[in-house]
């Protein structure tokens, strides 16, 4: 089982900058695939930010120039850098590990919203 811990919503005003993160357990981090996903209200689930475990990572065409995402081994935590940001950023933001013997985990979310 791993476990994943979100941290770091709120309230943000466009154009503003906020940043989440995501702690996973040590035994299993180091190894795994992470990446963020986001939900708003009455959409799918999608992609935001991806990180491999050695760190390549890759963004949605949305978020590219404004996100970072970046992963620290040493602490077991993954964060999402986000700046400028808009009104359709609001969401509910999920933290995803991918183990490769594992497989896939969710974190329970924690909202971003984002006012005009």
């Known amino acids: 089982q791993v476990q994943l811990v979100e941290s770091g919503g709120g309230l943000v005003q466009a154009g503003g900058s906020h940043r989440l993160s995501c702690a996973a357990d040590?035994?299993?981090?180091?190894?795994?695939?992470m990446g963020w996903y986001r939900q708003a209200p009455g959409k799918q689930r999608e992609m935001v930010a991806r990180?491999?475990?050695?760190?390549?990572?890759d963004y949605a065409d949305s978020v590219n120039d404004r996100f970072t995402i970046s992963r620290d081994n040493a602490k077991n935590t993954m964060y999402l850098q986000m700046n400028n940001l808009k009104p359709e950023d609001t969401a509910l933001y999920y933290c995803?590990?991918?183990?490769?013997?594992?497989?896939?985990?969710w974190g329970q979310g924690t909202q971003v919203t984002v006012s005009s």
């Open positions: 040590g035994s299993t981090f180091r190894i795994s695939a």
């Open positions: 995803r590990a991918d183990h490769p013997l594992m497989g896939t985990y």
């Open positions: 990180v491999t475990s050695r760190g390549s990572p």
